[in-house]
Each structure stands twice: as structure tokens, then as C-alpha cells.
């Protein structure tokens, strides 16, 4: 007996959708493994792509990362308008700082920030690029909450502050000084 299997032939991605599957793959590894610490080519395998492609797509590992940078805080802005929309002053602030604390439950997108600030800490480009993302937030923030720059430098260090929380789980830590500093950083209204 002769059975012939018909194989479906692969569905073809346009290189935007590509692009896509690889800044995916690209955020997991850079959040994992840092700048200098993530393989291209491991990027690429879990991409599904070949490493020259990949290359391709975004010339060097440096603008892969950038691309992922922007990624990431466009992401967060993008969360920051949809916690606001309809909002202003205090409220918007309040909302803001509650998304927040949603995206820092995962782990992915803050360790992705986290790589992004230690890689600007040594490259000007990449730098640039975590100034320019934390500058649209900052804007962003200022204008929807109608507060002034002192009020929303105070959100945005209680922020970092949330970041350092976060990255060290103090939430779960079980000791004294870290529950005081959890209480006293959620304690602080916006």
C-alpha cells in the first residue's frame, strides 16, 4: 500500500513579522544574559531564523538590543496611556503607578530594563536610547498628570525604587529592614 503524506508547506513570515518573532526572542535573552552576555545565534535558533539573517534584519548585536530597548520602554509608555486615558492629576498619577507594579510582575520586562540601564552605564548609543524612552515617559507623565517636575521626579524615584524591590524580591525576603522598606515605598501616594 502506498500512502503519499501531503505536506503543508511552511507559512512564509514577511521580515516585519520576523522582525517581531526576533525582538521577542531577542528581549528574552538580552533580559537573561545582558547585552554582552546574549547570543546572537541563540537569538536566531529560538527565532527560527538563521544568525546571517538575523543580521539581515538588524545589521549588529548593538542594534538588536537598542531595538529591543525601545521596544521595552515603548511598551511601558504604551501601558502608561492605556492606565490613563480619561485621567488626569493625581488620579492619572495613581493609575500610572499601579500599572506599573503590574509590569513589574514580570520578571522578563524588568530584568530587561534592568540590562538595558547596566548596558547604557558603558555604551553611548544604547544610552542614548534608555535617555530618550525614559525622557518619553517622563513627558508623558508630566503632562497627563499636571504635576510638576519635582512631583513627578518623586513618581519616577519611587519607581526605581520599585525596580530595586523588585530585582531583590524584597516583597518575599523575610527580613525586617526589607518589609520596612516595602511598606514605607507603597506607603508613598503619588
Same mark, same amino acid.
Given at each position: 500500500?502506498?500512502?503519499?503524506?501531503?505536506?503543508?508547506?511552511?507559512? /512564509?513570515?514577511?521580515?516585519?513579522?520576523?522582525?517581531?518573532?526576533?525582538?521577542?526572542?531577542?528581549?528574552?535573552?538580552?533580559?537573561?544574559?545582558?547585552?554582552?552576555?546574549?547570543?546572537?545565534?541563540?537569538?536566531?535558533?529560538?527565532?527560527?531564523?538563521?544568525?546571517?539573517?538575523?543580521?539581515?534584519?538588524?545589521?549588529?548585536?548593538?542594534?538588536?538590543?537598542?531595538?529591543?530597548?525601545?521596544?521595552?520602554?515603548?511598551?511601558?509608555?504604551?501601558?502608561?496611556?492605556?492606565?490613563?486615558?480619561?485621567?488626569?492629576?493625581?488620579?492619572?498619577?495613581?493609575?500610572?503607578?499601579?500599572?506599573?507594579?503590574?509590569?513589574?510582575?514580570? /520578571?522578563?520586562?524588568?530584568?530587561?530594563?534592568?540590562?538595558?540601564?547596566?548596558?547604557?552605564?558603558?555604551?553611548?548609543?544604547? /544610552?542614548?536610547?534608555?535617555?530618550?524612552?525614559?525622557?518619553?515617559?517622563?513627558?508623558?507623565?508630566?503632562?497627563?498628570?499636571?504635576?510638576?517636575?519635582?512631583?513627578?521626579?518623586?513618581?519616577?524615584?519611587?519607581?526605581?525604587?520599585?525596580?530595586?524591590?523588585?530585582?531583590?524580591?524584597?516583597?518575599?525576603?523575610?527580613?525586617?529592614?526589607?518589609? /520596612?522598606?516595602?511598606?514605607?515605598?507603597?506607603?508613598?501616594?503619588?
Amino acid at each position: 500500500m502506498n500512502t503519499h503524506y501531503h505536506m503543508v508547506p511552511p507559512v /512564509r513570515q514577511t521580515a516585519d513579522a520576523r522582525r517581531i518573532t526576533v525582538l521577542a526572542a531577542a528581549r528574552s535573552h538580552f533580559a537573561n544574559h545582558g547585552y554582552h552576555g546574549a547570543s546572537t545565534d541563540a537569538i536566531a535558533r529560538d527565532a527560527g531564523i538563521s544568525q546571517p539573517y538575523l543580521f539581515r534584519l538588524f545589521g549588529t548585536k548593538k542594534e538588536l538590543f537598542i531595538a529591543t530597548a525601545r521596544g521595552c520602554m515603548g511598551e511601558t509608555l504604551a501601558a502608561f496611556r492605556e492606565a490613563a486615558d480619561g485621567l488626569t492629576g493625581p488620579d492619572a498619577l495613581a493609575a500610572i503607578g499601579a500599572r506599573y507594579g503590574q509590569l513589574l510582575e514580570d /520578571r522578563e520586562m524588568l530584568n530587561a530594563q534592568m540590562q538595558m540601564y547596566a548596558a547604557a552605564c558603558t555604551d553611548p548609543d544604547i /544610552r542614548q536610547t534608555a535617555r530618550d524612552g525614559y525622557g518619553a515617559l517622563f513627558t508623558y507623565v508630566e503632562r497627563v498628570s499636571g504635576a510638576s517636575a519635582d512631583q513627578v521626579t518623586a513618581f519616577f524615584a519611587q519607581g526605581m525604587l520599585l525596580n530595586v524591590i523588585a530585582a531583590l524580591e524584597l516583597e518575599s525576603a523575610g527580613e525586617k529592614w526589607a518589609a /520596612r522598606m516595602v511598606d514605607g515605598c507603597l506607603a508613598i501616594k503619588p
